[in-house]
């Protein structure tokens, strides 16, 4: 039989939720323990397999000195890097410290700031190494984990629709919140992978999915402006689980 | 002179990232250190300026294990800034959300963190092998947990439906009635389950503690009640920082609470257990005398059994609430915005979580103060390993290193939550 693909999950700054997405594969994990060898994820198992790894799935954005370094390796030992939610693809919430000061965050929240190792910035993984595939979402879609996982290892494209928000409302059949209730709603700009889930439960989308590619995003804004949208709250509405996502960065800054 | 280290450099098993370091010198313990090293990430701080509708959606992020209870915390808080009360039906299904979350943390901890430390695997997979059964039975235990979340909040990890004032949007009878009957099924399983760790083999333990949880006059208590203690506190939860404090260690990148007065405290199923036992569901009492237990447990390894009671409890709660549910008229109740301070605390599966905010006449942020279980257990695990190793120093290391993170485990830590903050390492010379 032929060797079975190692497959290694990493934390960096996140909140546990996507890696905790392939626990929540109930119904999938034994299967998938089956075929692959869960060689090194430590929320699930003391044993730790060295590398190299056929696929690495990456949690969490950088924000210490110490994971700048950490993440290198990851990819040294990396036949494919794969990052997993908003915090590896887009730096997450905590890059929301990216438009202040860290040092006046540090003393707000810690007694003995001297304590504290930290970077002035929450940054993606990509702006540090190579990566192979990113899977969007705060959090992730499990059923999209499981067909990346399987892509990967199978040698083939996963098949991730990259559309909006918007398509996935239509293919739902919901009317829209946007254009009957008035309700502001990022749908129009935001990656697929929700199933247009807050729209289903009258509210608006607040971009979990982060930025689809080529987006009109000052159009959406002009939008929420004639809805009587306050541009500061257009501004939070873009710097929120992605605001470190290139077109929300600039949309949310064209309201500063 | 002899001496020993004990150390782990990355705990596996524990929501997040965090050491251990024992240092053992002449046969006496000298230094114990949970460490944290999970790097910060300042919600405190980003929250200010926000709207406070957007805050249940932020402070879920602090943890993907139980975001129902930061976002519990943060409306209970927010409602009571603003002076009001979500009653009856609403009540209810808030309720409901939060035992969903229990089911799927707790029974994450029991089969696929806890478990395996009892009976020598290094993962629930590995345990799989021999045991295919019982870990099916703890997926299909889970994923009733997770389906509740799912059918009230929107999703498993960071439901979208949970708003100030209530919910966006509210489930009809019938889908609660889809999931009764799932739940029903559930039941059975926890039962089975209470059984199955009850017979594990556990260290003869019993610490002092001063166990601190909230207490309802009528309820086990989840989104409402009174901060107590096992020493006789019995405190309103707004005073709750008149009574417990937050202080700076170098080897942890999250605050160590304590009391004012000093002493360390637990929170968590044990604490919740011993001052609540009254509360339980009649079947959630009745097998846990059957099992032998009392009406109090200080015997933190017995802490596996505990969470399956409540993963029973739950399940007899949220078929409780789903058999008399009737749907609201409105998803959520009027709020009037104002300039004022909130607080709220809830039981996360972890323990007692305490929020507190104050906010401005838009509504927006102007202060956030937020302490999860983790912090406040971190000394107590601490003092639990102190107390632990000294009698079991002949055991071989990788032995006496996989037993004291047993011990850590004993407390389900999550270290994403305590950063918003575990690695060990046993020094033994």
């Given at each position: 039989?032929?060797?079975?693909?190692?497959?290694?999950?990493?934390?960096?700054?996140?909140?546990?939720?996507?890696?905790?997405s392939l626990l929540d594969c109930e119904d999938e994990l034994l299967a998938l323990a089956g075929?692959?060898?869960?060689?090194?994820?430590?929320?699930?198992?003391?044993?730790?397999?060295?590398?190299?790894?056929?696929?690495?799935?990456?949690?969490?954005?950088?924000?210490?000195?110490?994971?700048?370094?950490?993440?290198?390796?990851?990819?040294?030992?990396?036949?494919?890097?794969?990052?997993?939610?908003?915090?590896?693809?887009?730096?997450?919430?905590?890059?929301?410290?990216?438009?202040?000061?860290?040092?006046?965050?540090?003393?707000?929240?810690?007694?003995?700031?001297?304590?504290?190792?930290?970077?002035?910035?929450?940054?993606?993984?990509?702006?540090?190494?190579?990566?192979?595939?990113?899977?969007?979402?705060?959090?992730?879609?499990k059923e999209?984990l499981v067909e990346?996982?399987?892509?990967?290892?199978?040698?083939?494209?996963?098949?991730?629709?990259?559309?909006?928000?918007?398509?996935?409302?239509?293919?739902?059949?919901?009317?829209?919140?946007?254009?009957?209730?008035?309700?502001?709603?990022?749908?129009?700009?935001?990656?697929?992978?929700?199933?247009?889930?807050?729209?289903?439960?009258?509210?608006?989308?607040?971009?979990?999915?982060?930025?689809?590619?080529?987006?009109?995003?000052?159009?959406?804004?002009?939008?929420?402006?004639?809805?009587?949208?306050?541009?500061?709250?257009?501004?939070?509405?873009?710097?929120?689980?992605?605001?470190?996502?290139?077109?929300?960065?600039?949309?949310?800054?064209?309201?500063? | 002179?002899?001496?020993?280290?004990?150390?782990?450099?990355?705990?596996?098993?524990?929501?997040?990232?965090?050491?251990?370091?024992?240092?053992?010198?002449?046969?006496?313990?000298?230094?114990?250190?949970?460490?944290?090293?999970?790097?910060?990430?300042?919600?405190?701080?980003?929250?200010?300026?926000?709207?406070?509708?957007?805050?249940?959606?932020?402070?879920?992020?602090?943890?993907?294990?139980?975001?129902?209870?930061?976002?519990?915390?943060?409306?209970?808080?927010?409602?009571?800034?603003?002076?009001?009360?979500?009653?009856?039906?609403?009540?209810?299904?808030?309720?409901?959300?939060?035992?969903?979350?229990?089911?799927?943390?707790?029974?994450?901890?029991?089969?696929?963190?806890?478990?395996?430390?009892?009976?020598?695997?290094?993962?629930?997979?590995?345990?799989a092998?021999?045991?295919?059964?019982?870990v099916k039975q703890g997926l299909e235990l889970k994923k009733a947990?997770n389906e509740?979340?799912r059918?009230?909040?929107?999703?498993e990890?960071?439901?979208?439906?949970?708003?100030?004032?209530?919910?966006?949007?509210?489930?009809?009878?019938?889908?609660?009635?889809?999931?009764?009957?799932k739940?029903?099924?559930?039941?059975?399983?926890?039962?089975?389950?209470?059984?199955?760790?009850?017979?594990?083999?556990?260290?003869?333990?019993?610490?002092?503690?001063?166990?601190?949880?909230?207490?309802?006059?009528?309820?086990?208590?989840?989104?409402?009640?009174?901060?107590?203690?096992?020493?006789?506190?019995?405190?309103?939860?707004?005073?709750?920082?008149?009574?417990?404090?937050?202080?700076?260690?170098?080897?942890?990148?999250?605050?160590?609470?304590?009391?004012?007065?000093?002493?360390?405290?637990?929170?968590?199923?044990?604490?919740?257990?011993?001052?609540?036992?009254?509360?339980?569901?009649?079947?959630?009492?009745?097998?846990?005398?059957?099992?032998?237990?009392?009406?109090?447990?200080?015997?933190?390894?017995?802490?596996?059994?505990?969470?399956?009671?409540?993963?029973?409890?739950?399940?007899?709660?949220?078929?409780?609430?789903?058999?008399?549910?009737?749907?609201?008229?409105?998803?959520?109740?009027?709020?009037?915005?104002?300039?004022?301070?909130?607080?709220?605390?809830?039981?996360?599966?972890?323990?007692?979580?305490?929020?507190?905010?104050?906010?401005?006449?838009?509504?927006?942020?102007?202060?956030?103060?937020?302490?999860?279980?983790?912090?406040?257990?971190?000394?107590?695990?601490?003092?639990?390993?102190?107390?632990?190793?000294?009698?079991?120093?002949?055991?071989?290391?990788?032995?006496?290193?996989?037993?004291?993170?047993?011990?850590?485990?004993?407390?389900?830590?999550?270290?994403?939550?305590?950063?918003?903050?575990?690695?060990?390492?046993?020094?033994?010379?």
């Amino acid at each position: 039989m032929a060797r079975k693909p190692k497959l290694a999950v990493w934390k960096f700054s996140s909140c546990d939720g996507c890696q905790l997405s392939l626990l929540d594969c109930e119904d999938e994990l034994l299967a998938l323990a089956g075929n692959i060898e869960i060689a090194n994820f430590l929320e699930a198992s003391r044993e730790v397999i060295k590398g190299p790894y056929d696929l690495s799935l990456v949690e969490g954005s950088i924000t210490t000195p110490h994971d700048l370094k950490r993440i290198q390796e990851v990819r040294k030992i990396s036949k494919f890097l794969v990052t997993i939610g908003a915090c590896a693809t887009a730096g997450g919430i905590q890059a929301l410290r990216n438009f202040q000061s860290v040092s006046d965050f540090i003393s707000i929240v810690y007694a003995t700031p001297e304590y504290i190792s930290t970077l002035e910035q929450s940054t993606a993984i990509s702006s540090h190494v190579k990566v192979d595939f990113e899977l969007h979402g705060c959090p992730i879609n499990k059923e999209q984990l499981v067909e990346v996982i399987s892509a990967f290892l199978f040698h083939r494209k996963p098949n991730i629709p990259a559309h909006s928000v918007c398509m996935e409302c239509k293919l739902a059949g919901n009317v829209c919140i946007l254009v009957s209730n008035g309700v502001a709603c990022l749908g129009p700009v935001t990656h697929a992978g929700c199933g247009a889930l807050c729209p289903s439960y009258n509210r608006g989308c607040f971009g979990c999915y982060g930025a689809k590619e080529n987006t009109n995003t000052s159009s959406l804004s002009n939008k929420l402006y004639q809805l009587g949208v306050k541009n500061q709250d257009i501004q939070k509405l873009f710097r929120s689980y992605n605001a470190y996502t290139p077109a929300f960065l600039k949309e949310s800054k064209a309201h500063d | 002179m002899t001496s020993k280290t004990i150390k782990v450099d990355y705990l596996a098993r524990v929501e997040g990232e965090g050491g251990l370091y024992i240092k053992v010198k002449d046969e006496k313990v000298t230094e114990v250190k949970l460490k944290i090293f999970e790097p910060p990430r300042f919600f405190e701080a980003f929250l200010r300026g926000r709207n406070f509708t957007e805050v249940p959606d932020i402070t879920a992020r602090i943890c993907g294990i139980c975001p129902v209870a930061y976002q519990m915390s943060a409306v209970h808080a927010m409602e009571n800034a603003l002076g009001v009360r979500v009653d009856g039906q609403l009540r209810e299904l808030r309720r409901l959300l939060y035992c969903g979350e229990w089911i799927e943390s707790h029974t994450l901890h029991v089969y696929m963190l806890h478990a395996p430390d009892f009976l020598g695997y290094q993962s629930s997979i590995h345990m799989a092998k021999d045991f295919p059964d019982i870990v099916k039975q703890g997926l299909e235990l889970k994923k009733a947990g997770n389906e509740i979340v799912r059918v009230v909040g929107g999703r498993e990890i960071h439901p979208i439906n949970v708003r100030v004032g209530g919910f966006y949007k509210i489930p009809s009878k019938k889908d609660l009635l889809v999931l009764a009957e799932k739940l029903k099924r559930a039941r059975d399983l926890a039962l089975e389950t209470v059984k199955w760790v009850a017979k594990f083999n556990f260290p003869d333990f019993t610490q002092d503690y001063l166990f601190v949880s909230l207490a309802h006059e009528n309820e086990y208590p989840f989104n409402e009640g009174r901060i107590v203690s096992s020493n006789g506190l019995n405190i309103d939860i707004k005073e709750y920082e008149d009574y417990f404090v937050e202080e700076h260690v170098k080897h942890s990148n999250a605050l160590h609470s304590q009391m004012k007065t000093g002493e360390n405290y637990f929170v968590g199923p044990l604490a919740r257990y011993s001052l609540n036992f009254d509360k339980l569901s009649p079947l959630t009492k009745e097998t846990a005398l059957d099992i032998g237990l009392s009406k109090t447990c200080k015997n933190p390894f017995q802490s596996i059994i505990i969470r399956s009671l409540e993963i029973l409890y739950a399940l007899d709660e949220a078929l409780r609430i789903i058999n008399s549910y009737e749907t609201p008229e409105q998803p959520a109740i009027k709020l009037e915005i104002k300039s004022s301070k909130g607080y709220g605390a809830t039981e996360a599966p972890r323990g007692m979580i305490y929020h507190h905010y104050k906010i401005d006449d838009d509504g927006l942020v102007l202060e956030a103060k937020i302490v999860p279980p983790t912090s406040q257990n971190q000394k107590t695990i601490e003092r639990d390993l102190w107390n632990f190793v000294p009698d079991r120093l002949d055991l071989p290391l990788d032995e006496l290193t996989w037993q004291c993170e047993q011990a850590i485990r004993n407390y389900d830590p999550c270290i994403s939550c305590a950063t918003h903050y575990l690695k060990l390492t046993l020094d033994k010379e």
